[in-house]
């Protein structure tokens, strides 16, 4: 069975540059969660959807940041501009309702030059 | 506010040996559910084991328990048999309703290192 597929695995850029990170959730799983982590912060989460629709986003750091989930199979998370201290892996993750557990993409390695 | 602390920074424990990741935990909800997480050296999260706030038995999965003491707010994992390959992050995590929001919370990890 596929899990969550993230793609890029890795990006490098330089600040200023919009940056789109995207995500594919298993199938039939109806929550996307969008997490940041950082040595210094820890996991963090930045944005959860439920059947689509943004549930809580609170934890998104400011307005350069943005969540979108048009379709169940498909979610991206842009920034822009990119700063330096964006860098940091970005995980996606779904479940099959909020409350079940979460199977995590393999991230993207975010660097910002 | 919902809080997750995990005190051993690092861990250390001999092949075979079993060891025990603390897990303290503090929410006002009477409705939550405990998780465990890996994160080997490669990066990915790998998903554990799970305890529901009304579960009347600890959780196991293979090799993997969790000590679930309520009274205490701890959830401590508990792996036996500790192969190579246990050696990895780990972290905790509570969901809890927080304000109309089902989200995970996690720990700062504990680095656990499997001596041959």
């Known amino acids: 069975d596929a899990g969550v597929i993230q793609s890029p695995r890795h990006e490098v850029t330089e600040m200023g540059q919009e940056v789109t990170l995207r995500c594919k959730p298993i199938s039939g799983h109806n929550s996307l969660f969008w997490y940041r982590q950082t040595m210094m912060r820890g996991l963090e989460l930045l944005i959860y959807f439920n059947n689509n629709v943004p549930i809580d986003d609170s934890g998104m750091p400011e307005d350069r940041f943005s969540a979108k989930m048009p379709n169940a199979s498909f979610s991206t998370l842009k920034i822009q501009p990119s700063e330096p201290r964006d860098s940091a892996v970005y995980f996606c993750a779904s479940s099959l309702s909020s409350n079940q557990p979460q199977h995590f993409g393999d991230g993207t390695r975010l660097s910002i030059l | 506010a919902q809080k997750i602390t995990q005190t051993q920074p690092g861990m250390f424990v001999q092949e075979k040996e079993a060891v025990t990741l603390d897990c303290t935990y503090d929410t006002s909800d009477p409705s939550y559910g405990l998780f465990w997480y890996k994160q080997p050296s490669s990066g990915e999260m790998i998903f554990l084991i799970y305890?529901?706030?009304?579960?009347?038995q600890n959780a196991t999965e293979g090799r993997y328990s969790l000590n679930f003491q309520k009274a205490r707010k701890s959830a401590n994992l508990v792996i036996s048999a500790s192969q190579l390959g246990d050696s990895a992050m780990y972290f905790c995590?509570?969901?809890?309703?927080?304000?109309?929001?089902?989200?995970?919370?996690f720990g700062k990890g504990t680095k656990l290192t499997v001596n041959p």
């Open positions: 305890q529901g706030s009304y579960d009347q």
């Open positions: 995590a509570m969901r809890a309703n927080q304000g109309g929001s089902e989200k995970l919370v």
